[in-house]
């Protein structure tokens, strides 16, 4: 199978990374599980303008922090070892300096990323996941979810707290290690 794989909230935990850096620059106390939405500007009380602006000052920062999800590589390893293609597609702008940050960070916590694998400044994943062909989608985000499946992208949710009321019923997974027997039906 050809299996794409979001980063940010799908095998990284960014959301509590996002918060203590936020935290920390706004001198602010929010709790990671107050945050019930995918972006950050209510929590905060910023207008999305606001929220927008200040991610961007801090995103570099941010991406570099956050540990992996349980168990992700792990299994994306497991998977790479038995044949799979993984790509990796992220939303993430694709500038040089982001780049970096996201080929250390997959480097550092052992992620099977083989330098043509990270695919950034995908806005519109579905499209990037037919380039390469995808048999099968991880993601979280709501936006990029219905994206998805819209155009008929066979995807799997990971499982967070603003997601829980997607309005479509697709294969969710609350622990990595239940991949194993997603992929093995071809979901």
């Not at 168990?71 to 694709?94: D, M, S, W």
Request: a positive charge.
């Amino acid at each position: 199978m050809i299996i794409g794989v979001d980063i940010d909230g799908t095998i990284k935990d960014t959301q509590r990374a996002a918060v203590e850096v936020h935290n920390r620059v706004l001198k602010r106390n929010v709790r990671v599980e107050d945050v019930k939405e995918f972006y950050l500007d209510k929590a905060y009380g910023l207008t999305p303008k606001e929220a927008s602006k200040l991610w961007r000052k801090l995103e570099e920062e941010i991406y570099t922090l956050g540990l992996p999800l349980k168990n992700a590589a792990e299994v994306l390893n497991r998977l790479a070892q038995n044949g799979h293609t993984i790509y990796f597609i992220t939303a993430r702008p694709g500038m040089k300096n982001i780049r970096k940050v996201t080929e250390d960070w997959l480097k550092k916590h052992g992620f099977p990323f083989n330098g043509k694998n990270l695919i950034m400044g995908a806005q519109d994943k579905a499209k990037e996941a037919k380039k390469v062909q995808v048999d099968l989608f991880f993601e979280d985000a709501p936006n990029h979810l219905l994206n998805l499946v819209k155009n008929k992208i066979p995807t799997v949710i990971v499982d967070a707290v603003y997601n829980r009321d997607f309005p479509y019923s697709l294969p969710r997974i609350t622990d990595w290690r239940q991949v194993y027997e997603l992929v093995e039906k071809g979901v």
